[in-house]
Each structure stands twice: as C-alpha cells, then as structure tokens.
C-alpha cells in the first residue's frame, strides 16, 4: 500500500466529509484542545477523536498538508495488511494469500488513500480477529489483551459499531472452531466481555468531551442509536446493499475461473478459514442491513472476510484465479480512460502534472512485468497488479472526475479576503467546506439568522452552501462543488429577506 504515498496528493480533498474532517483536525491544532472536537468553532460529536489524534501527529511530524494527512490512512492500510498475514498463518491459508487480495481489491486500496474512517476501523477489526483465533487456538491472557485493545481503538475511530463488525467470530466461535465446544460458556462469555470492556475507554472519552446534557445527549442518541434505528441522514431499505456486494469486492468476480470455483468450493468449506470468512461477513451485512443509516463503505469492514473465504478457494485450486484476466480488465480500464479522455477534450490531459502521468505509466510497466513473473504465486502477482491498476487510476480520477471538487482556488481566494480584513460570516448548513483549506487562523462565526446579520453587517459577505444547482445573483466568489452543490460568497447587501434552505449538509460517514 505505501505505492500509495507518491499520489496523494494527486486528488483534491474531497467534500463533503474528506474537507469536513480535515477541518475538524485542523481546528483541533488551533485550540490545542484533544478532547473536545469542534466543526466551525461549534462542538463536533459525529465522530470519535482517535483519527483526528493521529492527524495532529502527522501533522507534527511532517508538516501541515493533505498529503500528510492521507498518509495516516496509508499507514492503517498497512497495519491491516501486517494483521491479515498474521490472521493467514494462523488459519493456514498459505501463501500469504489473504493479505494480497485484501490489499488488491479496489474498494479498499481506494479509501486507503484518503481521510476516512473506514480502513483504520478495518485494521482494528482485523486485529480483533486475531485476537480471537489466537485464543480459540490456545493462547490466553494475551489474545484477551489484543482483542481489548482492538475493540478500544475501532471505538475510538468510530464508535461502537466495530461490535456490530466482530459478532459473528466471537458468538459463533463454536461452529467456525468446533474444538471450543469442549470449554464452556463462561470461557466463550469471556469474549463478549472483553469486548464489552474494550468500549469503556471511548465512554470516558464521551463524557470527557460532552460536558453538557445536551452535548451527551447529541452523542450517544443522536450519534448512535439515531444512526441505528430512524438515521438523520442515508436512511436506506433493509436491501440497499445486497446488489452492491458484488461491485465492493472487484476486481476479483472478474478474474475468477467459474468453473473450477464449484469444485474448489466443496473442499474449502470444511476449513475453518472458510468458515471463520463466512461468520465475518454475512452476520456483518445482515446486521448492518438492520441499521437504519447505510452507506458502500460501511462495509469496507466486511471486506477481511471475504479475503479469507477467496484464500481458502485458492488454497484447493491455485488455478481458481486468472491472473491474465486481471490485465485484460486493465486493458479494458485503459482504453475506458483514453476514449473518456478525449470525450473531455485537450484540458483532460493537461489537468494532472507530468510526473502523475509518469507514475502512472511506471505502475503499468511493474504491472506487465509482474505478470510474467510465473513463479510468483498467484495472489501475490494478481494482488500487486490490482494495487497498482487502483494507483495509476488516480490520474484519471482527478482529470475525469475529481478535478470537478477541488475546492483549493476557492479557499486560497476566501483567505485572502479574511487576510484583507473583510467582515465574513457563515450560514449554519455550511458543512466545513474550506475552514482547513484556508488554513483559516480562526473559524468564521456563524450567522444563525443570515438576514439580521446582514443588516447588521452591510459591508460583510455571508459564505454560502447549497446542495441546488441555481445560482444566486451577486456572488463575488462562487464555485460549483461537482454535482454536489455550490458554494459562493455573497455580499451582504444582496441576502436580503432569504431564508435558509432545508437541506442542511449532513455526515456521510
């Protein structure tokens, strides 16, 4: 995954929730302040602190900058890749070969490179599960010290859900490992406890950060359980993931040689890695399907178990994989990009510098070069091809897609209008869009009711996000934000007796 590191700052941070949690992050180096987080100056109680900690470090440690930031998520991508190889050992699937399809599936080497929360709670999960075969294969006090501190830190990242996540291992030990039978319910109760105990850290955290009642109430009922049961935002049908299940796990449905899968099939489901994939993944979709608030990357998580339950196939029959496919579906990539490109004109070219486009090229070239590598298992070249397929894309993303986001020039152009001194307020909706990008030294104070503030503030400019498309008049900064929606900067003698709109920008994580 550190093929990663050369290109993160090849795509513009992403809004809303990339440009949100940077901003929250940055926020949080302004006021020194660890505990409580804050979006705008407001308190912030979406997300738990741990990957906005981990941030300020990298921050520290190599200077203030998305790239910086991203490389967090990177190095997490790793660590899951070091728990994967250590989770292969354990269950015998030989090859390492969990660790390489983990690392190649696209879904997975994309999120790793951007600030998101989903891949660090995917390391934590893994760590959680070796944690558990390594108790289930005979080692105590150690594996319960593991799976705490790995039930710790996934609430730390993203609350309690990281349960939701290892239920299946932990309640159905007995059927994945039948040899645990023989030792009782107080020792499989063990688990559960552990793991119950491992959320009392972020608990603390919790009453530490919301030191009022409404705080702790916007925490723990909004936060969790709304997000549960009637979610405030991405409310979905029960069966909202069942047809992207298969998108989440390419490219490998489209290497696969079918019809050796059957055969290779009935001799891997008698293995426990089999059925230790199996218990990590289908309890995790169900459950998560029972929750009120979906989103794809919900089940980035999901994705470890599904490395396994592939490593077990292969493990029968090394033949089940096409590595060959592999490179015609990036051929087929390719020729997609180049017709995409000219579709878009000379500008597509010219909107990534030179050097992406040469790294791109090189990971191309490492890729014809490992295919031929015959004596290189199978997992091992398909994994490293895909990663690197999923690296030289980005390019392609930034100038088809991405470029579209980039919220840089705005924000170079609001900080220098607070550098100038103008009187600058913001609407309450305003998602946090550009506090970090402009490196604002203080977040701008919000406009609860934008048309008193304007007449109270004539000269002042008011800024301004909407999810619509039309445009108000009189912006002296706007800026299209993709199909998303717009922001813009409005003076104030244009606002007039406007209301706000109902469609407040809400978390997507």
Known sequence: ????????????????????????????????????????????????????WLINLSWKVFGVSVWSARLINVLLSCLCLAAMSR??????????????ILAGTFYFAMFSGVDMFDVGLCCFVVLGYVALVTRAQGTQGSALGLLFAAVTFGALQ?????????????????WWLPETRARGMRWHATHLAVAL????????WALLAARSDSGLETLLIKQTAGRMVQSFAHRRAWWWYLPLLPLLVLPWPLVLRWKRVAAAWRQAARATAWRFGLVAVLPGVALLSLISGKQVHY?????????????????????????????????????????????DGAGGWRA????????????????????????????????????LMTVSAWPAMHALVLKDYDLAPFADALAQRVAHGDVIAREPNEPGLVGFLAR?????????????????HPDGFLLRWSRHKDKPSGMVLFTDVGKIGWVGLAPARTIGDWQNSDDDATSSD
């Open 440 to 456: 604002l030294p203080q977040p701008l104070p919000t406009a609860e009711d934008p048309a008193a503030w304007a007449k109270a």
């Open 1 to 52: 995954m550190l093929a990663l590191v050369p290109m993160l700052n090849v795509l513009p941070a992403v809004p809303i929730d990339e440009t949100r949690y940077l901003t929250v992050a940055w926020e949080m180096r302004q006021t020194g302040d660890w505990i409580a987080l804050h979006l705008n100056g407001l308190p912030y109680f979406d997300k738990p602190p741990l990957l906005f």
């Open 158 to 174: 993203k609350g309690p859900v990281i349960l939701v996540y290892l239920a299946g291992p932990i309640l159905l030990m007995p």
């Open 352 to 387: 990534v510098s030179c050097a992406a486009w040469g790294y791109a090229g090189l990971c191309l070239a490492v890729c014809v070069a490992l295919w031929q590598q015959r004596h290189w298992s199978a997992p091992l070249r398909a994994g490293l091809i895909a990663i």
């Open 87 to 100: 989770l292969d050992r354990l269950l015998d699937c030989g090859l390492y070969a969990t660790a390489w």
């Open 299 to 343: 089940l980035i998580p999901l994705l470890p178990g599904v490395a396994l339950m592939l490593a077990a196939l292969l493990r029968r029959d090394a033949q089940v994989l096409s590595v060959s496919r592999l490179m015609l579906v990036w051929l087929l990539a390719v020729a997609v990009a180049i017709y995409a490109f000219r579709a």
């Open 197 to 204: 105990a491992g959320l009392l850290p972020a608990v603390v």
